[in-house]
């Protein structure tokens, strides 16, 4: 199985700030044939079912907005949240669905306002 | 709008089964595949099952391979997963999601999952 390790497990970041989330593969999840990245990017919040941000690495989902970006190749990938609003406190997930027989998220990385 | 919606689970003791379903509206349901994912309290996400969009390939966990089947109905819009010989570690949440790929360049491809349900808890205890 691909195992997905993020970094931090947890963070606090102010208002108005940035807030940076890691996410590293243990093998590639770049699909040689299409030159995708097969990771996607989810926020949950508390109560609710997770919610798809980014796919393919770095593609955001309709109706995200801009200040969420997804960076990063191979095995090593970035969520970065722009000017932090109070909504997006959240438990963020990457997830690879390279290996489609083994689909694996990361362990969760809870965000919170300092 | 897309919606699912899970049903069926609730507290079984441990060695029992139980059946979980998830009903599918707003969309081509045979055109997708599905796939359930489970959160113990307090924990991350874990992949469990997929099915291939005609049920004809079902895929997975190792923690749940020979217990648990995956299984749909495209002219019902639902899928289900049967659990058996349940245990205290298959307590969770469970989402039923949905499967999408977007296409690029001339060729589609897998993207995550776009749709979630809301999730039927399940505890296992005696």
């Known amino acids: 199985d691909i195992v997905m390790t993020q970094s931090p497990d947890s963070l606090a970041v102010s208002l108005g700030e940035r807030a940076t989330i890691q996410c590293k593969s243990s093998q590639t999840v770049l699909h040689s044939s299409s030159n995708k990245n097969y990771l996607s990017w989810y926020q949950q919040k508390p109560g609710q079912p997770p919610k798809l941000l980014i796919y393919w690495a770095s593609t955001r989902e309709s109706g995200v907005p801009d200040r969420f970006s997804g960076s990063g190749s191979g095995t090593d990938f970035t969520l970065t949240i722009n000017t932090l609003q109070a909504e997006d406190v959240a438990v963020y997930y990457c997830?690879?669905?390279?290996?489609?027989?083994?689909?694996?998220f990361g362990q969760g990385t809870r965000l919170e306002i300092k | 709008q897309v919606k699912l919606v899970e049903s069926g689970g609730g507290v079984v003791q441990p060695g029992r089964s139980l059946r979980l379903s998830c009903a599918a509206s707003?969309?081509?349901?045979?055109?997708?595949?599905m796939h359930w994912v489970r959160q113990a309290p307090g924990k991350g996400l874990e992949w469990v099952a997929g099915?291939?969009?005609?049920?004809?390939?079902?895929y997975y966990a190792d923690s749940v391979k020979g217990r648990f089947t995956i299984s749909r109905d495209n002219s019902k819009k639902a899928v289900y997963l049967e659990m058996t010989t349940l245990r205290g570690e298959d307590t969770a949440v469970y989402y039923c999601?949905?499967?999408?790929?977007?296409?690029?360049?001339?060729?589609?491809?897998?993207?995550?999952?776009?749709?979630w349900g809301q999730g039927t808890p399940v505890t296992v205890s005696s």
């Open positions: 707003g969309f081509s349901f045979s055109s997708y595949v």
């Open positions: 099915i291939r969009h005609d049920g004809t390939i079902q």
């Open positions: 997830q690879q669905y390279y290996s489609p027989l083994s689909i694996t």
């Open positions: 999601a949905r499967d999408v790929s977007y296409c690029s360049g001339g060729s589609c491809h897998p993207a995550g999952y776009d749709s």
